[in-house]
DNA sequence: AATGATATTGATATTCATTTTCAATAAAAT
DNA sequence: ATTTTATTGAAAATGAATATCAATATCATT
């Protein structure tokens, strides 16, 4: 199922790069073959850590380059939590917002309507008008609190 | 009135230095000084630039230093934005977020319980413990709005 | 007021993520 | 096949922030 997937965003890629008058190169394929198949929250030095076993020969330069690239084709998100590491994860749905776990650094996305709707209404109270926003939670996920748990019991 | 805030901070700051064993010099003295006798979201950058000409011989590092210092103090806080600039504002009152002009980059500060208790809401929603949020819009302030529909009205 | 222990300073080097440079290479139009 | 030029990988450069270190200032103790 993924094989399809893949495809579709390489076929994307193919027509955003042809009415740029760029070029699909081999090493931009396996980017996308590989970004494609998982579905994470991907910095560019772990993404190209995974990667460098797969693609002989690759530079990290070209992963950085990659994944811009992505961004300008609509493909992917650039995303920039705490830990001030640039990450990307793929489009594949509606704008959501993020919960990020200080133990074990999972992010969790979410949306809600509602806090939108509230932001909206702030902003035009302030006679601001809203562009695009961030908003992220930072705290321990359900696992992590269950491990900590543990961990105090048995002191 | 504002002599009065910053004999108050400096003396909040000797306490917290005096537990700790460390010393009020002249620099933090002055930084402080300056830093809270303007209301405003500082880079360390920004402050160094204003300060040097007051204080001979100050050092961006010393300045840096000290309002890392401040934050540790309690009398300051950090934020970064999408410019990735750390920068830092006097404590003064409650928790609240930010509306960042795209423009100007004026800094709106609000806060908005609702949200807050959304914020909440949805993290129970997934057993995520929340221990920090940021949340921050990014748009036109009513400033820069008028300024751009001016300019479009001249064509 | 002088002393001594040591926290602090300013200059500079270093770190880390990311970007830029550049000569060699590969894509794709002819 | 040839030609044009976008792309690559390696290495250098960047920019914000931190670490290092010898000189100096603070401050508790004489
Ligand atoms: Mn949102
Ligand atoms: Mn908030
Ligand atoms: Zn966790
Ligand atoms: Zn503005």
Redesign the interface.
């Known amino acids: 199922m993924n094989i399809n997937i893949i495809k579709r965003k390489e076929s994307e890629l193919t027509h955003y790069l042809r009415e740029k008058g760029l070029r699909l190169t081999q090493q931009r394929k396996q980017i996308i073959a590989y970004f494609f198949s998982k579905y994470k929250h991907y910095s560019v030095e772990e993404l190209y850590e995974e990667i460098k076993p797969q693609i002989a020969g690759i530079g990290l330069a070209t992963v950085y380059r990659t994944m811009q690239l992505l961004v300008e084709a609509g493909l992917a998100l650039q995303r920039?939590f705490?830990d001030?590491i640039t990450r990307y994860e793929p489009v594949h749905k509606n704008h959501h917002d993020h919960?990020i776990?200080?133990g074990c650094g999972e992010i969790?996305e979410?949306g809600?309507k509602?806090?939108e709707a509230?932001?909206e209404e702030?902003?035009k109270r302030?006679?601001?008008?809203?562009?695009?926003?961030?908003?992220?939670?930072?705290?321990?996920?359900?696992k992590c609190?269950a491990k900590q748990r543990r961990g105090k019991r048995e002191k």
């Open positions: 920039r705490k001030n919960m776990c200080l969790i979410f809600n509602k806090i509230m932001q702030v902003a302030h006679k601001f008008v809203p562009v695009s926003h961030t908003l992220q939670l930072y705290g321990y996920c359900a609190m």
